[in-house]
């Protein structure tokens, strides 16, 4: 399987989703699937996949496909809520993350994602709700930029 930095779907992926080995597998307005190999990055003292990379992941696939819709109104997006269950714990293999919208407005959208081992468990779900952004509009103290 490619690499991140090798796969042209992964050129929306950057910072934390790259140092982390993600790799964007598929990229539409209406699903985002993402993978990763667990490594010793991925894991906390007990040897498990970090509660908190799971939560990245889901905010990660789901900003990316709230992403593109609003693309095409000329907005951004920005995460504002993750609500992130974990299921099952993870010690090795690969996780795929499969994000798809639930709500999609002007103004907001929620996706949800599902995070499965290699066996097709469910390792972990999520919803992210996200601000949509007009050009023009402050984020952090920087103007949003049309996309």
Not at 95 to 124: D, F, K, Y
């Amino acid at each position: 399987m490619n690499h991140a930095q090798d796969d042209p779907r992964s050129a929306v992926l950057g910072g934390f989703d790259t140092a982390m080995g993600v790799r964007m597998i598929k990229l539409t307005r209406d699903e985002v699937v993402l993978e990763y190999d667990i490594d010793k990055r991925h894991r906390q003292a007990y040897g498990i996949v970090h509660g908190g990379m799971h939560c990245a992941m889901v905010e990660s696939a789901c900003s990316t496909g709230a992403g593109m819709d609003a693309m095409l109104r000329g907005q951004s997006v920005v995460g504002v809520e993750n609500h992130t269950s974990f299921i099952r714990a993870a010690r090795d293999g690969t996780l795929r993350v499969v994000a798809t919208p639930i709500t999609r407005g002007r103004r907001s959208q929620v996706w949800e994602a599902t995070v499965r081992n290699q066996s097709g468990q469910i390792v972990a779900t999520g919803r992210v709700r996200l601000l949509c952004l007009e050009p023009g509009s402050e984020l952090a103290g920087k103007i949003v930029e049309r996309p």
